[in-house]
C-alpha cells in the first residue's frame, strides 16, 4: 500500500507548513515531446472554452487586452490536472498602533503521488489604493484571502502556462475603472453607456440603491449564481466582501456584466 505523502495530509488551517520532498523512482522528470506540448495545451484550451464563463472563472476590462483569472478559473484548473493547492503565510507585518498589516502568502500545487509542480507568490496589504478609504481593522481577513488568492493564482498561471492568457493582477480592473472616471466625469456628472444609449449618472460615489440591488439579485437567480460566487467576483474588483457595500457606479458594472451572459 502505497503511503499518502504527508503534502496532501497538510491541515489548510495551520500556519505552519514546509512541503516534504518526495522521492519516488517511479517518477521521471523529463521534458514535454512536441507532441505532448501540443496536447497538453490543447486540453487547456478546451477546458476554457467549455468551461469557462466571463464574470464567474475570468473578468476582462475595456481597454485592457489580456483578461484575468478569478479563483473559481484557477479551482477548475487545479482539478483538470488533479492538483492540490497548499497555501501558508510566510511573512506578515501587524501594527495595531498605526493600523498597518501586510501578508505574504506562498502556494505549493501538488500531484497526488506528493511532487510540488509549481509554486506561487502573492501579497496584500492595507496601503493598496482600494483600502485606503476604509477602517484597516476591519479587512484584516480580506487582506489574507486576497494574498492567499494572489499566491494560488501565480502558481496556477505558472503550471498551466497560462501567462499568455491571463493576468495574475485583478487590480487592473480597478486601475482601469480610476482612470475611466477621472476621464469621464465632468461637472455635471459621469455618462455610462446601457442599451437604450448614454445615461447620465450624477455621482459614482453613491451607494447602491435598493432597486439596483434588488435587479443584481433577480440576475442571480436567473443565472443561478450564488451570493459566494456575487461576493468573491466583488472582492476581486472591488475589496469588499459583500456587493450590498458596493456603490452605484460599481454595481451597474456588475450588473451589465451579468445582463451580457447568454
Same mark, same amino acid.
Request: aromatic share 8%; glycine share 4%; charged share 25%.
Given at each position: 500500500?502505497?503511503?499518502?505523502?504527508?503534502?496532501?495530509?497538510?491541515?489548510?488551517?495551520?500556519?505552519?507548513?514546509?512541503?516534504?520532498?518526495?522521492?519516488?523512482?517511479?517518477?521521471?522528470?523529463?521534458?514535454?515531446?512536441?507532441?505532448?506540448?501540443?496536447?497538453?495545451?490543447?486540453?487547456?484550451?478546451?477546458?476554457?472554452?467549455?468551461?469557462?464563463?466571463?464574470?464567474?472563472?475570468?473578468?476582462?476590462?475595456?481597454?485592457?487586452?489580456?483578461?484575468?483569472?478569478?479563483?473559481?478559473?484557477?479551482?477548475?484548473?487545479?482539478?483538470? +490536472?488533479?492538483?492540490?493547492?497548499?497555501?501558508?503565510?510566510?511573512?506578515?507585518?501587524?501594527? *495595531?498602533?498605526?493600523?498597518?498589516?501586510?501578508?505574504?502568502?506562498?502556494? *505549493?500545487?501538488?500531484?497526488?503521488?506528493?511532487?510540488?509542480?509549481?509554486?506561487?507568490?502573492?501579497?496584500?496589504?492595507?496601503?493598496?489604493?482600494?483600502?485606503?478609504?476604509?477602517?484597516?481593522?476591519?479587512?484584516?481577513?480580506?487582506?489574507?484571502?486576497?494574498?492567499?488568492?494572489?499566491?494560488?493564482?501565480?502558481?496556477?498561471?505558472?503550471?498551466?502556462?497560462?501567462?499568455?492568457?491571463?493576468? =495574475?493582477?485583478?487590480?487592473?480592473?480597478?486601475?482601469?475603472?480610476?482612470?475611466?472616471?477621472?476621464?469621464?466625469?465632468?461637472?455635471?456628472?459621469? +455618462? =455610462?453607456?446601457?442599451?437604450?444609449?448614454?445615461?447620465?449618472?450624477?455621482?459614482?460615489?453613491?451607494?447602491?440603491?435598493?432597486?439596483?440591488?434588488?435587479?443584481?439579485?433577480?440576475? +442571480?437567480?436567473?443565472?443561478?449564481?450564488?451570493?459566494?460566487?456575487?461576493?468573491?467576483?466583488?472582492?476581486?474588483?472591488?475589496?469588499?466582501?459583500?456587493?450590498?457595500?458596493?456603490?452605484?457606479?460599481?454595481?451597474?458594472?456588475?450588473?451589465?456584466?451579468?445582463?451580457?451572459?447568454?
Amino acid at each position: 500500500m502505497n503511503k499518502i505523502p504527508n503534502n496532501l495530509l497538510f491541515d489548510a488551517l495551520s500556519t505552519e507548513f514546509e512541503p516534504e520532498n518526495v522521492f519516488n523512482n517511479d517518477i521521471q522528470i523529463r521534458p514535454l515531446s512536441l507532441e505532448e506540448t501540443k496536447e497538453f495545451e490543447s486540453k487547456i484550451n478546451e477546458c476554457i472554452d467549455e468551461i469557462f464563463v466571463e464574470g464567474i472563472h475570468y473578468g476582462s476590462v475595456p481597454g485592457v487586452k489580456k483578461k484575468f483569472i478569478f479563483k473559481a478559473g484557477c479551482e477548475v484548473i487545479l482539478s483538470m +490536472m488533479g492538483l492540490v493547492a497548499r497555501t501558508t503565510i510566510i511573512d506578515k507585518v501587524e501594527d *495595531y498602533a498605526k493600523a498597518v498589516f501586510s501578508y505574504t502568502s506562498k502556494t *505549493y500545487l501538488i500531484d497526488s503521488s506528493g511532487c510540488i509542480r509549481a509554486e506561487g507568490y502573492g501579497v496584500c496589504n492595507s496601503k493598496e489604493n482600494k483600502f485606503l478609504k476604509v477602517n484597516a481593522y476591519n479587512v484584516q481577513n480580506i487582506l489574507i484571502k486576497l494574498s492567499r488568492k494572489r499566491s494560488i493564482t501565480d502558481a496556477v498561471l505558472s503550471v498551466a502556462s497560462l501567462s499568455n492568457k491571463f493576468s =495574475q493582477d485583478e487590480d487592473l480592473v480597478v486601475l482601469e475603472n480610476n482612470k475611466n472616471e477621472s476621464t469621464e466625469k465632468n461637472n455635471v456628472g459621469i +455618462m =455610462q453607456s446601457n442599451h437604450t444609449g448614454l445615461v447620465k449618472i450624477t455621482s459614482s460615489k453613491k451607494p447602491a440603491t435598493l432597486k439596483q440591488i434588488a435587479f443584481l439579485e433577480k440576475l +442571480m437567480k436567473i443565472h443561478n449564481i450564488s451570493n459566494e460566487v456575487i461576493n468573491g467576483l466583488v472582492l476581486q474588483q472591488y475589496g469588499f466582501n459583500d456587493y450590498h457595500m458596493l456603490n452605484s457606479w460599481q454595481i451597474s458594472e456588475i450588473i451589465n456584466k451579468y445582463k451580457n451572459i447568454g
